[in-house]
């Protein structure tokens, strides 16, 4: 299955304004719409997805290293708005664009505070992590899952400090295999794509595990901005075969029903993979609210 995984065509390093770096990963053309790609936990920029179609849908992709991943300064005291601020010095560099943004799994919340502060003009959220604290998913919540939840809620700085003890790339790894399905395995565990999955987890662990528990807290912790509050088009994609416990109970039904511009997408033989089978149809429409945004912009 060919499912656009390419090694990265240009990888550049911008220097923050408080001294640390923030580290991407692009592919397709140099002067394409830009689509800010939000990895999934605890992974490099280094695996993106859609080569193949970038250059046709005439988009640049661009995966950021959060901080304290792959090649991304730490940021000790990382938040959502922090992780704002850092990007937000990012597309300034790049000059005035229409910037949309894609958020996988983890970093599903990551990608709505860009467009909860303004940054991006649409999103998709592709086997998104959800707002996993919400009461109306507590009764469909995994026990483990919601476990978690409250202690990340209730002693944030105790559960990161944990987790960081027992985290590694290879029990990551290990976790997600076991928590995916028969179809996602099969792409996960092939010679085309396994590897590069691992190289990226590798990589967002090669200056510890502190970045992705930090990651990990603020994700089940308080989002920046009430999904309620976000009023860019917001694409959800979820495959029905996805069998993961930390993405979403109910596919993003419920999530869907509290963005006040969103269509939710469920594919009911995809996987969690959903980001590299179905690329070109994500890639498309993030395409086509880019371009519809510029048009009312121009008067068209």
Not at 86 to 111: E, H, I, M
Request: hydrophobic share 40%.
């Amino acid at each position: 299955m060919n499912v656009g995984v390419t090694p990265p065509e240009r990888q550049t390093t911008l220097r923050l304004n408080d001294g640390r770096s923030l580290a991407w990963s692009e592919w397709g053309p140099a002067h394409g719409l830009p689509v800010l790609f939000c990895t999934g936990a605890a992974m490099s920029g280094s695996l993106g997805f859609g080569a193949d179609v970038l250059a046709e849908l005439g988009l640049r992709l661009l995966a950021i290293d959060r901080p304290g991943l792959g090649a991304s300064t730490p940021h000790p005291e990382k938040t959502f708005a922090s992780w704002v601020d850092d990007v937000r010095q990012l597309v300034t560099t790049l000059g005035p664009r229409d910037f949309t943004a894609v958020g996988f799994s983890q970093g599903a919340p990551f990608a709505l505070a860009l467009a909860g502060r303004g940054l991006v003009k649409a999103v998709a959220l592709v086997s998104g992590q959800d707002d996993l604290a919400s009461p109306s998913l507590a009764p469909r919540l995994h026990p483990d899952v919601a476990a978690m939840v409250r202690a990340a809620r209730q002693d944030p700085a105790g559960f990161e400090q944990s987790f960081s003890r027992m985290a590694t790339w290879d029990g990551l790894w290990q976790l997600i295999l076991g928590m995916s399905g028969e179809h996602d395995r099969a792409l996960y565990l092939s010679d085309s794509f396994g590897p590069a999955y691992q190289r990226s987890l590798r990589e967002g662990f090669s200056q510890g595990p502190q970045g992705y528990a930090r990651d990990l807290v603020n994700a089940l912790g308080p989002w920046l901005v009430e999904p309620e509050h976000v009023t860019v088009p917001v694409d959800l994609w979820y495959g029905g075969a996805d069998t993961s416990t930390v993405h979403s109970p109910d596919f993003g039904a419920t999530l869907a029903t509290r963005l006040p511009h969103a269509t939710r997408f469920l594919e009911p033989l995809e996987g969690g993979s959903i980001l590299w089978t179905r690329a070109r149809d994500i890639l498309a429409r993030l395409r086509s609210h880019a371009m519809g945004s510029a048009a009312s912009l121009h008067g068209s």
